[in-house]
């Protein structure tokens, strides 16, 4: 059973840092591509970063590149999303994903947790 939790939202002020965390399970993790999402109120879930567990390969969306940093710790089976000078803008639930390295559609998701940014 595939479990993908995630922890470390919460509000933060325009400029600051939060570290979105998602413990993943039941997962054979060389075959698989970690993905963050987030949806804010009123707009459809949008991409913002991936990673590939095995090789380490990122991709990021525009808006957060330069931002935001996608990591992996294979010894905690843990994916990170480092959100440095947040801007208001970056408000919304964000949600932790996964596919098969070669599926076109994450087919597993997070509960999902509030990031709010103050101006």
């Known amino acids: 059973q595939v479990q993908l939790v995630e922890s470390g939202g919460g509000l933060a002020q325009a400029g600051g840092s939060l570290r979105l965390s998602c413990v993943a399970s039941g997962l054979t993790f060389s075959s698989y591509t970690m993905g963050w999402f987030r949806q804010a109120p009123g707009k459809e879930r949008e991409f913002v970063a991936m990673i590939r567990w095995s090789s380490g390969i990122t991709s990021y969306t525009d808006s957060v590149k330069g931002r935001f940093a996608i990591s992996r710790d294979n010894a905690k089976n843990t994916v990170y999303l480092q959100m440095n000078s947040l801007k208001p803008e970056d408000t919304a639930v964000y949600y932790c994903?996964?596919?098969?390295?070669?599926?076109?559609?994450?087919?597993?998701w997070g509960q999902g947790t509030q990031v709010t940014v103050s101006s």
């Open positions: 994903a996964a596919k098969l390295v070669y599926a076109r559609d994450y087919n597993y």
